[in-house]
């Protein structure tokens, strides 16, 4: 697997689980997306610009299936997830020398929980979903994953 020396585009997104549909979603002149998963929990893809990147796109279809599959993880190990967890992805598009690449840079916010416990779901929602599966050993993937 090859890691990126330049990136060239990057798309970013924030995705929470929002439980109160009435809330402020984004600002003006930006586009908020309502994702599904196949739990049927919609999750929130908030405030991308006007016009998503195709990196931007893949983030946000990666965040809800993500998502949703850290909320699998965390009940097989029967533990319960905070309300304000919350999944960023960063997806790149890079050289390294003339060859282009993918990579993503994932932060996993899960306040509360034990940083050992933390990290073990969000590993263990990578081996759940299937876009983390898609491109396991094809693209590098960095994981931070945040408890405070």
Same mark, same amino acid.
């Given at each position: 697997?090859?890691?990126?020396?330049?990136?060239?585009?990057?798309?970013?997104?924030?995705? @929470?689980?929002?439980?109160?549909?009435?809330? /402020?979603?984004?600002?003006?002149? @930006?586009?908020?997306?309502?994702?599904?998963?196949?739990?049927?929990?919609?999750?929130?893809?908030?405030? $991308?610009?006007?016009?998503?990147?195709?990196?931007?796109?893949?983030?946000?279809?990666?965040?809800?299936?993500?998502?949703?599959?850290?909320?699998?993880?965390?009940?097989?190990?029967?533990?319960?997830?905070?309300?304000?967890?919350?999944?960023?992805?960063?997806?790149?598009?890079? /050289?390294?020398?003339?060859?282009?690449?993918?990579?993503? /840079?994932?932060?996993?916010?899960?306040?509360?929980? $034990?940083?050992?416990?933390?990290?073990?779901?969000?590993?263990?929602?990578? /081996?759940?979903?299937?876009?983390?599966? $898609?491109?396991?050993?094809?693209?590098? @993937?960095?994981?931070?994953?945040?408890? @405070?």
């Amino acid at each position: 697997m090859t890691t990126i020396e330049k990136v060239i585009f990057s798309g970013k997104t924030h995705t @929470v689980v929002n439980r109160d549909p009435g809330v /402020q979603r984004g600002d003006h002149g @930006v586009v908020d997306i309502k994702l599904s998963a196949p739990a049927g929990v919609n999750h929130e893809f908030i405030a $991308a610009e006007p016009h998503p990147t195709a990196e931007q796109l893949f983030a946000g279809a990666w965040s809800a299936c993500y998502i949703s599959a850290l909320g699998i993880a965390a009940s097989l190990k029967k533990v319960t997830l905070p309300p304000d967890h919350s999944v960023d992805i960063q997806v790149d598009v890079g /050289q390294t020398g003339p060859a282009w690449f993918l990579g993503a /840079q994932f932060t996993v916010r899960i306040p509360g929980l $034990a940083q050992d416990v933390a990290e073990a779901i969000a590993r263990s929602a990578h /081996q759940i979903c299937p876009y983390s599966k $898609a491109v396991h050993g094809n693209i590098d @993937v960095a994981l931070n994953v945040i408890t @405070v």
